[in-house]
Nanobody
Framework: QVQLVESGGGLVQAGGSLRLSCAAS????????MGWYRQVPGKQRDLVAT???????TYADSVKGRFTISRDNAKNTVYLQMNSLKPDDTAVYYC???????????????WGQGTQVIVSS
């Protein structure tokens, strides 16, 4: 079992910025990829950004050039810096962490509780 705690969501005007954080419990052997997804009511959960254990990021086309994903391995934390926010970015944002409980085990995916982001026009 692993606990993910998200923070940083809120209400912001279009063009503004927010920084999301997701901290994983320390009782983990290792963390592989980490990422952010978002979901609005009635629609599927979509990938926003991911970052590998080596620090290589990927982004959805809709957020390229505006969002930046980063991680602090010492703190077991992944961040999402969101700039130039648009009303279409309004969603609940979920952190996902792929982790190993011990050597030789298969990777497990865990999700955070979600944090609401509202962008007003």
């Amino acid at each position: 079992q692993v606990q993910l705690v998200e923070s940083g969501g809120g209400l912001v005007q279009a063009g503004g910025s927010l920084r999301l954080s997701c901290a994983a419990s320390t009782s983990i052997f290792s963390i592989n990829a980490m990422g952010w997804y978002r979901q609005v009511p009635g629609k599927q959960r979509d990938l926003v950004a991911t970052i590998t254990s080596g620090g290589s990021p990927t982004y959805a086309d809709s957020v390229k050039g505006r969002f930046t994903i980063s991680r602090d391995n010492a703190k077991n934390t992944v961040y999402l810096q969101m700039n130039s926010l648009k009303p279409d970015d309004t969603a609940v944002y979920y952190c996902k962490v792929d982790w190993l409980p011990a050597p030789g085990f298969r990777a497990i995916a865990s999700w955070g509780q979600g944090t609401q982001v509202i962008v007003s026009s």
